[in-house]
């Protein structure tokens, strides 16, 4: 397959899904999510709920706004794994994939950003609930069926109330985000470098915290068009109002993530698609376009979720690209990996580290019941840090600081009985990604000990 020469003018399509499961609703559910954005009280049956979809209700003027929120597709959920299997048998093979091949022979590719639903006590959804569970099964997707898609990084914190579909803006309320990225770490040897935000949602806190390990982040919503609903109003939730919505990437600042400044990570731009807002369209993908042609390249990021059917969302977005193609010639498109897009679109090339750039030893210092880790970096990190994940014997997972020698490239952590004694410890993992977002790790196990 051909790839990009650095002199091309390059669009790179990014289809970025919130990877989150199967997701269930029952029919008094709806009606309720109906009763709290509009405040209206509607006996919860299905005539009445055909009726607000076709607008034959007197809402009080707000008639098409509820139809958006109901719409058919987007309340026929896959609710089991049968049927978003039976979704990816769809979506996922070659003539499908190919129904639309790019500028270089590259049909469709798949950016799962994948969730693990945890520390829930209420789940009337019935999201899958486990560390893992939802990663794995993309994964095995991914291998058994040879394709090209990757798999990257979503998260949503816990409420406060532990209720698995209420959203929050608060990460760092408990330590959930610090151990699921540790047992990523230490179980399955990964680490994220791709960010999707959680309902697009961003804070003071996720701001910094992804700033220490995330080099890349496809969260902006942006929309220039005023399509807020009721319960979206004043920036509830994704607010990105301030950010560029041009699809230009840029890196925030320390205050204000949606204003660019100095701070180290890129955040590009990502509307919806099938959804009841921030939805690309026709003029969007031309905005891409324009982009590409004024300089050079253009990340062009949409979402969705695979708790719906994903097919109608993409035949329309190949659709539109098709169309604004016509009047673009000599302006390629492109169907990309999110970390490549970053990078083509960056640094101008996309290239795979030849080598781990960590290594480590673990010693004993001298001092009885203490060992001493010191991790080294070939190269500068993304960040001052790499992340340390602690497995002890009794299965618990653990995040902690190193002790900076050098910052971006040399650090040490003592194992005693202010931190971790060595004779508690079953595993270790150490992970960083690199200036151009590839992670690198190390591990020790209970034999290093």
Known sequence: MAVPHSDDKVVYIVHSIDTEGPLYES?????????????????PTSENLKKIQNCELDLNGQEKQAARVVAPQ????????????????????????????????????YNWHCVDHVRYDVNPRKKDQGYHNIYDFYEEFIRDTGAPDKIHWHFHPTHHRSISHLNVNTYLRDNKIFEIIARRIIDRDWFPSVNRAGFHVERPDSHWFLEQWMPFDLSNQAFAADDEQNDLQAGRFGDW????????????????????????????????????MRCINKE??????????EHGSALMGFTNHDFRDMEPDINLVRSLIKDVKKDFSTIKFKYCDAREAFNRVIFN??????????????EASGIENQKVL???????????QPFLAVQTKEGDYHHDNFDFQSNFRE???TFDEHTFPPDTIRKIGIATNDQRGFYHTLHFDRADF
Not at 266 to 275: A, E
Not at 349 to 362: A, D, F, H, T, V
Not at 374 to 384: A, I, L, N, Q, Y
């Open 27 to 43: 029919l008094d559910a709806t009606f309720e999510r109906l009763r709290k954005i509009f405040g209206f009280d509607i006996e």
């Open 411 to 413: 650090w040490t952590y």
């Open 374 to 384: 010191t991790v080294s970096s070939s190269e500068k990190t993304f960040g001052p």
């Open 74 to 109: 987007l309340i026929n959920y896959n609710d089991d794994y049968g049927k978003i299997k039976d979704m990816l048998c769809r979506i996922g093979s070659t003539d499908f994939r190919n129904s639309l091949i790019d500028s270089y022979g590259g049909g469709w590719i």
């Open 284 to 293: 969007e993908v031309r905005k891409a376009f324009i982009y590409a042609n």
């Open 349 to 362: 090339s996309y290239e795979q580290p030849k080598r781990n750039i960590l290594s480590g030893s673990l």
């Open 241 to 276: 109002r301030r950010a560029p919505d041009d699809w230009s990437i840029y890196q925030p600042s320390h205050d204000d993530y949606q204003i660019p400044g100095t701070c180290r990570r890129h955040i590009g731009r990502c509307l919806n698609v099938g959804t009841r």
